[in-house]
Every structure is written in structure tokens, then in C-alpha cells.
């Protein structure tokens, strides 16, 4: 059963901090590249983190400094952890696990709302 459940949005004030978690199977955590994209209010979705299954991350431009992407193996679980919120960081936050080439995928999460407001 393939499936990314993602957890931990919710309301946080400007310069806030808020920790997302996706969950996963072993399977797709150990063979994936895993990443987090987010789709703002009437945008469309965009990248803000990856990481590899060596461990090399990497981050949009507009969150680097301020969010950072991190995984536990035991767990088959990747997080973003999200620093000096500001209001155009609302959005809907999703998981997302891709391999390229052999038995290619593309799997999605449902999905978690961040709504940065005072």
C-alpha cells in the first residue's frame, strides 16, 4: 500500500515555527526522492525542499535559511521544519516521493494547510 500522510500544519503568527511530517513505507522511503512542495492561494504548486536518498537536500530560494528538510530512517518519515514564518508561506503543503527510470512514480500526499496570520 503506497501512501504519503502528511500531519502538522495548522495557524501559526508571522516568525512562527511549524514542523510538517510525512509518513511513509520503508519502500518508498529508502528508493525515493522525497520532497515537499507547497500550492499557495490561487498559484499553482511549487518546490520547496528535497532530499535525496544520499541525504543531499536542497530548497527554493525564497525558504532556504528558514526551512529545513530531514528525514528518520527508523521512522520512514520526512519532515520540514519551517522557521521565521511569514504570511506568504500559506499554503497547502504536500509530500512527494519520486524515482526517475527504472519503474518510474510519482506519489503524492494529501496534503496539510499552513496558514501564517496574525
Known amino acids: 500500500q503506497v501512501q504519503l500522510v502528511e500531519s502538522g500544519g495548522g495557524l501559526v503568527q508571522p516568525g512562527g515555527s511549524l514542523r510538517l511530517s510525512c509518513a511513509t513505507s520503508s519502500y518508498i522511503f529508502d528508493g525515493s526522492n522525497l520532497a515537499w512542495y507547497r500550492q499557495p492561494p490561487g498559484k499553482q504548486r511549487e518546490f520547496v525542499a528535497g532530499?535525496?536518498?544520499?541525504?543531499?537536500?536542497n530548497y527554493a530560494d525564497s525558504v532556504k535559511g528558514r526551512f529545513t528538510i530531514s528525514g528518520d530512517n527508523a521512522k520512514s518519515t520526512v519532515y520540514l521544519q519551517m522557521t521565521g514564518l511569514k504570511p506568504e508561506d500559506t499554503a497547502v503543503y504536500y509530500c512527494n516521493a519520486k524515482r526517475d527510470g527504472y519503474r518510474p512514480y510519482n506519489y503524492w500526499g494529501q496534503g496539510t494547510q499552513v496558514t501564517v496570520s496574525s
Open positions: 532530499i535525496a536518498s544520499g541525504g543531499g537536500t
